[in-house]
């Protein structure tokens, strides 16, 4: 891969918490206009790995460049401008409760440009319909709104800067079945209508098979293997092949290849 197809390149990265060793030596990049996923079991790094890669939690060496530019070491006011290209969906979605669906999205804009109410109330009717959401849902409180809309209220919370790159932790956790499909879907179309490139943590296989371009498997403190899941599924390392293959794994595979 051309360093010019890499929009985030992280390398010989270490995080520890005491004595506590969570990356070890971690190297992994993200090309271009990819849904790229990084997963694992629980407690193996994979949301620490994230916060570490959008200026949130530093870690204790090692290198994350983001479009070009070294993350590690940044503070708030160096990480701003970074921030502004890049979007970002946290796994309970971190709406504020006081504010609507509407207001929610139109404070990023009203924080981060000159525009007017006015328009920002219309880029905001936007953003909201391109994360899938009806017209009257701008107007009502996050309380008011099921967990999947929730989600895609987050959703258009993200993508309110136009951002280049979007982040999404977890962006299925807690959802039904049908609920989660959706979000599959979404997150495709998201990324093809806006040429968007994606990185997300997930512990969800079925939106792995329907959405992930690459996928990289956290374990031991390392990135255990990179490719794409049709790859990793024939891969001989043992922890890949029991998250692979225990049932959750095994019926989400059939899924997939009975949908080809």
Known sequence: MQAADAVVEISNLNTRFGAAVVHENVSVSVRRGEIFALVGASGCGKSTLLRETIALQQPVSGSIRVFGREVVGLDDTGALPLRRRWGVMFERGALFSSLTVAENVGMVLREHTPLSDALIDEIAAVK???????????????????????????????????????????????????????????????????????????????LLWRAADRVAVLGEGTILGVGTMAELSQSGHALIREYFYGPRGRSARGQAWNRK
Do not use: Q, W
């Open 128 to 206: 909201i319909a391109l994360a899938g959401l009806p017209a009257d849902a701008g107007p009502k409180y996050p309380s008011e709104l099921s967990g999947g809309m929730r989600k895609r209220a987050a959703l258009a919370r993200a993508i309110a800067l136009d951002p280049e790159l979007l982040f999404l932790d977890e962006p299925t956790a807690g959802l039904d079945p049908l609920s989660a499909t959706g979000i599959d879907e979404l997150v495709r179309h998201l990324r093809d209508a806006l040429g968007l490139t994606i990185m997300m943590v997930t512990h969800d296989l079925d």
